[in-house]
């Protein structure tokens, strides 16, 4: 089965700065890819996703790149704020109505 | 539109004990999917349906777990008996299949935070 790996699984950032978190999947068939952010006792939300025949997706501050040759992707966040802290979850998918398959999650703190 | 809702919200039993819980998707969403996230963990499968079938269960511990979905709409997901390692966070899932749009999209509950004592 699918497997996907997330690093780092924490992150500290200062306000204003960028933060990088890359996944790694396994199964080539794989084409969806989202991203969710989850607050402390709150319900995953998707923030960004990509499917495979697009390389790169950007919405405001945030963008999300995929390389499936390398069968990679990451969630680039652009001038952070302390809103953003939160974990950050990245998934893969075979499609659309299939089972996503988390990775670990990062735990991104944004400092003032 | 409403979102996905869940309950009840939190759970506490003792092991052996039984418990149920209950999800009603997004209006219109056919596949509905039952997660179960450990703390600091990402959310894993126990089973999907499209519809009133169960599309996936090959990760539902099936000797104390079991899912229904009447109707194609509400779903129930009940562990009997539970046991200590069952504590998690239970969430419910559903997307709607379609391609049309172009919408991958799962919407997630808030979740049923379970303790087994």
């Known amino acids: 089965g699918e497997n996907v790996e997330q690093h780092p699984s924490t992150l500290s950032v200062q306000e204003g700065d960028s933060a990088v978190i890359k996944c790694t999947y396994s199964d080539s068939a794989s084409n969806y890819f989202p991203w969710y952010k989850q607050e402390l006792g709150k319900r995953p939300q998707l923030i960004i996703d990509i499917r495979s025949n697009v390389g790169e997706k950007k919405d405001q501050r945030i963008a999300v790149t995929l390389n499936k040759t390398a069968k990679h992707f990451s969630l680039h966040i652009t001038e952070t704020q302390p809103e953003d802290s939160a974990v950050y979850f990245c998934a893969a998918s075979l499609n659309s109505g299939y089972a996503l398959n988390f990775g670990k999650g990062t735990s991104l703190l944004v400092t003032p | 539109e409403a979102g996905v809702v869940q309950s009840p919200r939190y759970k506490i039993i003792e092991k052996k004990q039984p418990v149920a819980f209950w999800c009603n998707p997004i209006?219109?969403?056919?596949?509905l999917y039952w997660y179960r996230q450990n703390l600091g963990q990402g959310p894993e499968l126990l089973i999907r349906?499209?519809?009133?079938?169960?599309?996936?269960d090959s990760q539902l511990p099936k000797d104390r777990f079991s899912a229904e979905r009447l109707k194609g709409v509400d779903s129930t997901l009940k562990i009997q008996p539970a046991e200590l390692g069952d504590s998690a966070v239970y969430l419910c899932?559903?997307?709607?299949?379609?391609?049309?749009?172009?919408?991958?999209?799962?919407?997630f509950g808030p979740g049923t935070r379970l303790t087994v004592t």
């Open positions: 899932a559903s997307s709607s299949d379609d391609r049309g749009t172009g919408s991958y999209e799962q919407y």
């Open positions: 209006s219109g969403h056919n596949t």
């Open positions: 349906y499209e519809n009133e079938e169960a599309v996936d």
